[in-house]
């Protein structure tokens, strides 16, 4: 059993006053920076998604703070106490319950109002799921765009993928366990199917990495609804231009779920192909020829 180090003396060095935006653990507690530790045990007000779980993680390195609720249903009622602390030299830390604050969760306006109003807005770098399921995908990492959590619903999933379709890089989504399965099938008939990467509960106990092409994936029994966070990263897709086999098989698969001009837009979205002649093979399509 590793021997457990005592948290680390902090920095002693008097806070500046301003907005701290802090990353914390993804999972494994250990995980978090000492920059941060100094912020959080000298903050007159910390900001969390859950006090809750912001009170765990504070305990378990022998702090305390005083605390305020900052999610999306109280947002709007607790940064204007935020901007007033702000206003009076305070020292005020945003975090999320895990990971790098902002990044698919709230904070925008607060960072947003904080720097027009002229207050130091300081970040505190540290653990984030995207970019640690980026670092051991095995997916090209030189270009790569980050799309958050894909619509609940099928056809609208299908429609926000198309838009990401031809767009040459690696994709990077958070999903829940509920809709995984799903999520990746969709990806499969949208995106094609590319090499890809489910990563689940990283850095916690059951850390889950599993790689195959998108078909695979979603055919996979684990991943018909597990527990924990999950992030789904999916490669680029090839640099050859579709053939007319493809063109047909995607506008079949649209022509089920859209009209003849909105499956020619979806589908030309894809595959990089001109939207009129797609029009004109889709009126084809359905009318049998």
Same mark, same amino acid.
């Given at each position: 059993m590793a021997r457990l180090i005592p948290p680390?003396?902090?920095?002693?060095?008097?806070l500046a006053p301003g907005l701290y935006v802090v990353a914390t653990p993804i999972g494994?507690?250990?995980?978090?920076?000492?920059?941060a530790l100094d912020v959080l045990a000298a903050a007159d007000l910390v900001l969390a998604e859950d006090t809750r779980v912001a009170g765990k993680l504070l305990s378990a390195y022998g702090l305390s703070a005083k605390l305020a609720r900052y999610d999306e249903h109280g947002a709007e009622a607790t940064r204007p106490r935020a901007m007033a602390a702000l206003a009076e030299g305070g020292r005020v830390?945003?975090?999320?319950?895990?990971g790098t604050p902002l990044v698919s969760d709230p904070g925008y306006r607060l960072v947003k109002e904080a720097a027009e109003l002229g207050h130091p807005v300081f970040p505190i770098p540290g653990a984030s799921a995207l970019l640690a399921g980026?670092?051991? /995908? @095995?997916? %090209?990492?030189?270009?790569?765009?980050? /799309? @958050?959590? %894909?619509?609940?619903k099928s056809a609208a999933r299908r429609t926000f993928l198309a838009e990401l379709a031809g767009i040459r890089a690696t994709l990077v989504f958070f999903e829940g366990g509920s809709r995984l399965a799903d999520s990746l099938a969709d990806?499969?008939?949208?995106?094609?199917?590319?090499?890809?990467?489910?990563?689940r509960e990283l850095t916690k106990l059951y850390e889950t990495i599993v790689r195959g092409p998108l078909s695979t994936l979603a055919a996979d029994p684990?991943?018909?609804a597990p527990k924990g966070e999950i992030v789904v990263l999916v490669g680029p897709g090839r640099e050859t231009e579709a053939s007319a086999a493809d063109a047909d098989a995607a506008l079949a698969d649209a022509l089920a779920r859209l009209k003849p001009a909105d499956a020619a837009a979806e589908v030309a979205k894809a595959l990089g192909l001109p939207r009129r002649d797609l029009y004109r093979r889709a009126m084809e399509l359905r009318a049998g020829r």
């Open positions: 680390p003396q902090l920095d002693d060095a008097p494994n507690l250990r995980d978090i920076t000492l920059r830390a945003l975090i999320s319950d895990a980026l670092s051991v /995908a @095995g997916l %090209p990492t030189d270009r790569f765009l980050f /799309a @958050g959590f %894909p619509p609940p990806m499969a008939a949208v995106l094609g199917d590319r090499e890809a990467v489910v990563c684990q991943f018909e």
